[in-house]
Each structure stands twice: as C-alpha cells, then as structure tokens.
C-alpha cells in the first residue's frame, strides 16, 4: 500500500481504540507522513497495529502522548526524513513505539528523550542520519537495542561547519551533569 497521511486520534470515549492492519502489508508498503495526535489521558489511548509484513518506509513520523505504534511484527521499518515529538506534546503522558527492527535513513533526523519510549526489540540501523539526544534534568536518555546496533557514517563535510555529518547530536550538551556517565546507546 501507499498512505499519503496517517492521522490517530482518540476521540475521549472509546477505550483502548487503535487502527489494526489486519493482512500482511508485504515488502514495498509505504506512508508518507504518520501523526499520532495527543490522547486525552492514559485510559483512552489509542494507536496503530500491524499483522505483519517484511518492510515499511515511513518519510516523517509525529507523535504524542497517550498513543502508540506497534510495527513488532513487520520486519523491518525505516524512517527516511523525521522521528520527533510533536508539537502538541506534553511531558504528562508518553507515547508507545515498538519495532522489530527500526533503520534511521539517510539523512534522516531522529529526535529522543526520555519522553519517547521507544522500543526496539531487534537491530538498529543508523544509516547515514542524526539521533537529537535532548537533555531534560541535567541527563539524556540511553536508547536501548534488543539486539544489534550499527552506525553507518560518509566523508561528507558539512560546509558551513567544517565537520562531518554527525550520527549523534547532544542538543544543551553544557546542561549534563557534569562528572558523570553519560550513555546514549545500549545494544547486545
């Protein structure tokens, strides 16, 4: 299949409502833009589930609190411009994203925190993009990989700043607590 725009939203009555992809979705499906829009609270969440499938491409990816997205059972799952928090988030709820195995692409940004709640039960692939760690409380939060984890990086230099295209970025670096560890990811 190909989405344009996928849009959750609860409506604040129904309990535990969600968006079920009931066939295989197979190997070339694709969704230009996914937006889980900020629940009312914890008890009417709702998201998005999949049966299963080999691939997905995602472009940009949006989500808020009180929503998840369970993608454990398709195989691989890439994000190829935008994983970020969006702007109508809150810190008083979290959202839910489960993969299997998660590709960030080329160029591809993805924003975290301890507010993400991320899961990747298989490998994660840095290929070519930036992880935004965002400091909150004088810490960042440490992405953790079920399995593996790989960084793939080019020799491009960034012309305006005279270095290569980072795979990490710590946004407010001088906010961490200093003397400290500090670990960004943890994978088998």
Do not use: C
């Amino acid at each position: 299949f190909n989405i344009n725009e996928l849009v959750v939203k609860t409506n604040g009555i129904s309990v535990g409502e969600y968006t079920y992809f009931s066939e295989d979705i197979g190997s070339q499906s694709r969704i230009n833009t996914v937006r889980l829009e900020t629940g009312t609270r914890s008890i009417y969440s709702g998201g998005v589930k999949f049966k299963g499938g080999e691939k997905l491409v995602i472009n940009d990816f949006y989500y808020a609190p009180w929503n998840y997205f369970d993608a454990r059972n398709i195989k691989d799952v890439e994000i190829t411009n935008k994983l970020a928090f969006g702007p109508q988030g809150s810190p008083w709820g979290t959202a839910k994203l489960m993969f299997n195995n998660l590709t960030l692409g080329q160029n591809a940004v993805m924003d975290y925190s301890q507010f993400s709640n991320l899961t990747i039960q298989g490998n994660f692939t840095n290929n070519q993009g930036t992880i935004n760690y965002l400091v909150r409380g004088g810490q960042v939060a440490t992405l953790n990989v079920g399995n593996a984890a790989a960084m793939f990086f080019n020799n491009n230099v960034d012309s305006a700043t005279g270095f290569y295209q980072p795979l990490m970025k710590i946004n407010s670096a001088q906010d961490l607590i200093k003397n400290k560890e500090h670990v960004l990811l943890k994978a088998k």
